[in-house]
């Protein structure tokens, strides 16, 4: 049961591979956490479930014991969709849209000559998690997978809450709704 958990622990063998993995893993997780998931982090850990129960079930298919690149290739994945218009440069040489990077990073395993299943794997299930919790709730009006209350009730039980919003200030009865950023009697510049 506890290879369950821990095939995604293992990155490979301690070289520059691994180093640019964990750097992969700062750089996209990082974001999805403090941005994309800030109010509810139950749903970065639920999404990191899905996307992991997704990858053990992908074992039958492909083959492989040992999913933390996959993984890494998910969140990666996830987060070009989140922020799909940011700039991102590849290794300081080249620089494209956030939307093509997990296609790069495929394609720069294939020229170093490691297998490209690992990543396609990710890909496919970063694919599926963001349609699933993303695009088909959007368009059906309903989420096939949404967090459970119980993982947000723990999370809550155990002190780890998103940050809250700031508190809107209380309107005034009377008071015009909407934006109110330009109030005032308002001068011309040659009056």
């Not at 490979?12 to 750097?23: A, E, P, Q, V």
């Not at 996959?70 to 922020?83: C, E, G, K, Q, T």
């Not at 494209?96 to 794997?121: E, H």
Request: hydrophobic share 50%; net charge positive.
């Amino acid at each position: 049961i506890w290879r369950l958990v821990t095939n995604f622990f293992f990155l490979g063998k301690l070289n520059f591979n691994f180093l640019i993995r964990m750097i992969w893993i700062i750089q996209h997780s990082c974001p999805l956490e403090s941005q994309t998931f800030q109010f509810e982090p139950a749903d970065y850990l639920w999404m990191l479930c899905v996307c992991g129960g997704l990858l053990i079930a992908s074992t039958f298919i492909t083959g492989f014991v040992i999913n933390g690149v996959p993984l890494i290739m998910a969140i990666i994945y996830v987060w070009s969709r989140n922020f799909p218009e940011q700039q991102v440069s590849l290794y300081g040489l080249v620089k494209l849209q956030s939307f093509y990077l997990p296609w790069a990073f495929t394609g720069i395993s294939m020229l170093m000559g490691q297998s490209i299943i690992p990543d396609l794997t990710g890909i496919a299930v970063g694919h599926a998690y963001y349609f699933l919790a993303d695009v088909y709730p959007l368009q059906a009006g309903r989420h096939l997978i949404p967090t459970p209350a119980i993982l947000k009730n723990w999370l809550a039980d155990l002190g780890i809450r998103g940050i809250a919003p700031p508190p809107r200030e209380v309107e005034r009865a009377g008071a015009p709704q909407g934006f109110r950023s330009f109030q005032g009697r308002g001068r011309r510049l040659q009056d």
